[in-house]
């Protein structure tokens, strides 16, 4: 066994110690915790715990295979690593707790899916909800057995290679001077809680809960934590087990089977797009008043500020999501080629902004009349995600350049920007 190899078996290893404590960790999200500080620094941890095994796991496959991650594939794991610490530290407001407790899962799934290159393309794309489901069924369950096969391989004791030390042994070494590094950081913890009372606190709740730890407890959160364990397990050492070219090769039949589809005449596809920008623009029109109201501070009768954003946000989000359906239909049946199919898709994408723009103006008189909340911001930063993602539409339909990978950054910095703003200011 080479060095590399040997490497890679000691990073397995770990990282199959791994999967029990952060598992078992994971389990104790649902105990009632004595303050949002506790939850966040308990949460903080747990994102740095999944960011150390993302990082073991990227080690072992670049040791076990002989290569390099580059490019995407470098810089995006690093981009969600920092998304997800900065989401469990913004967890202490609690201002949008299932938010970004469902935002921090998805995240953990997908900078595995980045960091070990089981993308359908090269780096994030518009197929991200099929990356998802690769993410969160296909891998994990496939590989849903492969701890018990990693602890079969200890157990049954393989035979020395070259009489050289088994990576087990090795193993249990590391783990050992962690323990000691562990032993370390509760000393220092101890002398710092006798100079600040924020670590006293922490270091009695610590001590609470050592106390309140009971047998009967301890095996049944072990139990719960199996079934936890051997899915994450799954997903961290099947993506780095399995062929990265499985996914390639099923991107590549999506794309060939897609012609298919584009069987639409582009003319009828031209008129479809035409009725919409007319419906929109008749509306425009008749609805003048109501619609660009708010951008003279002046609220329409019979509505109330409250009603009047919330509408604004509700019309935004349907039509918006009916403009991106209708675009997505174009491109699946119509002609990537034709000018005037991508001309039309434009202007509906130009109008989608004008319905961005007046939601933002609704929501923005709400709040310089009665004050800035958490729903009224996560309202708006809601309206300037779909602007840009209109921006970015347009910028693709024009110039062909791939504009999903900046809107899906922008949109994840700009949430947890958000979310500090709030912590912050509000």
Known sequence: ?????????????LCLGVSYAFSYAYVNIFDKFHSRLYTTIYLTLLAIGAIVWLEMTIRQKCLAEGIEPAGMQ???????????????????????????????????????????????????????????????IRIPFKNIFSRFFTLLEILTNRKKEDSEEKPFVRTIGILAVLGLFGIIFLIALENLASMDKNFLYLEQCIDEYLANLSISGFIAKFLVSLPVGAFLFGLYQGATRMDQQEEKDYHERLTQDSLKFRFMPDLLLSFVIGAFILVYLAFFISQSGYMFSAFAGILPEKYTASEYAVSGFHEL??????????LICVRLFGSHENRILRILSVIVMGESLIFSCISASKIILYMSRFGYTISRTLGLWGTIVVFAGAICAIIYLLKEKRTFLPWLWFSAGSYVTMQFITWAFV
């Open 1 to 13: 066994m080479n060095t590399d190899t040997k490497r890679a078996e000691i990073l397995k290893y």
């Open 74 to 136: 470098k810089i995006e794991p690093r981009f969600w690593e920092g998304i997800l610490l900065l989401l469990s530290i913004g967890s202490c407001r609690g201002d949008f707790p299932l938010l970004s407790y469902f935002f921090m899962h998805m995240v953990v799934i997908y900078m595995v899916l980045c960091g070990t290159g089981h993308l359908l393309t090269e780096s994030s794309s518009c197929l991200m909800p099929l990356d998802l489901v690769n993410g969160c």
């Open 317 to 326: 989000i349907n039509v918006v999501i009916l403009n991106f359906l209708l």
